[in-house]
């Protein structure tokens, strides 16, 4: 039997870049209640899609991130209760009321501030790995060989629309170990801008689907065509992957996105030029290293970023000869 599916959803808030999206000289303009509709009707299909599947949606805000809704925390659902309506299906139009109503509650707050902070992805994707995924206590555990196993099938998808922040590399990192060692699968549909190498990067290294959104008026397509089904059901139904990851890095000096970094041996910190000392862990290293580094920098970077090689986790080691090493 298929295990029962959590869907822990992120919504990119941004207002700025709602309202760079739902332009008319985009070639596929998306409002922001267009984008709500599609979405709302997405999470509807998931819950539909087996009685035990459970839901949590969270909001990234300008500075802040926070839980819009969540199926395992009954209270959620039962502050904010619609009205009854003979014509819609209870479930669904609960879902629908509390994460709209939520939304606008954070979006009206939003509008009193003078300037926009980057939002806070980090912290909604950090909050959806700290949910809970058994849903109906232990009683769903099962004893797989020596290791107990949930039969929940857990993943996350950020509908992501802000453009990748540098300074946010090291914590998205650790979040997807995180999310590697919990085995939960990062799905990305990055709804508008500019492609981001953070969250592809996320996608690949936890097996989930990245989407970049050519035509977004078939927004629900995508959705359901690629993100409905859950991991456990994707060997028999082809999801999209990607057909190249940017594995670029940022660097920790500047944190800019870097075609050449060099890495510390120790600590594995990345930095844009060689450095005598390492600022993480303090490492000295030897002039000559350092002059033979440098010496031998290329003096144009390669155009494509793109690359072959999955970094590695904080406690792997780096091949002693490798060129980019500091030591
Ligand atoms: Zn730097
Ligand atoms: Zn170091």
Redesign the pocket.
Known sequence: MNPSSHLSLIIDLSPSQWHLSAQSNNSYPLSFQTFLSHVLTFVNSHLAFKHENTLAVFGALPGRSMMLYSSLDATSANSNDPPADANSYRPFKLVNSVVANNIQKELDAIERLTEEPPVALVGALTKALCCKYQPFGPSTTRKRGNEATTSVDPRILILSVSPDLSASYIPVMNSIFSAQKLKVTIDVCKVFGEETVFLQQAAHLTGGSYIYLGRRDAFLQYLTMSFLPPPSMRHIIAVPQQDKVDFRAACFCHKNIVDIGFV??????IFCSPVPV??????KFPMKTLQHLNASRPSIPPANGVSNGAPRPPSARPNPGMSASLR
């Open positions: 510390c041996s120790v600590c594995l910190s390492c600022s993480t862990c303090r490492t």
